[in-house]
């Protein structure tokens, strides 16, 4: 099983990007999905998560101008992030909870994608 991230990039303050991360390999279900992010000198915190019955929580920083959704026929998720700010600067990591077709569930990571929002 792994996880692919896309989508960093470089944004002025105000700005939108998408990220997606698809989920391939052996799975049978994939259970909650999500994305984390860590900024320099500051510990990896949780931005979203959705579960696999669309119920979705957010970092109370990021509520109203980001949102998550998932795509299961694609094992995809995403991260809409509008109204970018500097302190949004970060390496976003996907992470999905995941039942492979043998083995156990288990959480997956993918690579992380910069994002960076700056003037």
């Known amino acids: 099983v792994q996880l692919q991230a896309f989508g960093g990039g470089v944004v002025q303050p105000g700005g939108s990007l998408r990220l997606s991360c698809a989920a391939s390999?052996?799975?049978?279900?994939?259970?909650?999905m999500g994305w984390y992010r860590q900024s320099p000198g500051k510990q990896r915190e949780l931005v979203a998560v959705?579960?696999?019955?669309?119920?979705?929580v957010y970092f109370d920083s990021v509520k109203g101008r980001f949102t998550i959704s998932r795509d299961n026929a694609k094992n995809t998720v995403y991260l809409q992030m509008n109204d970018l700010k500097p302190e949004d600067t970060a390496v976003y990591s996907c992470?999905?909870?995941?039942?492979?077709?043998?083995?156990?569930?288990?959480?997956?990571w993918g690579q992380g994608t910069l994002v960076t929002v700056s003037s």
């Open positions: 992470n999905a909870n995941i039942t492979p077709r043998f083995g156990r569930r288990n959480d997956y």
């Open positions: 390999g052996s799975i049978a279900r994939i259970n909650t």
């Open positions: 959705v579960t696999s019955g669309a119920n979705t």
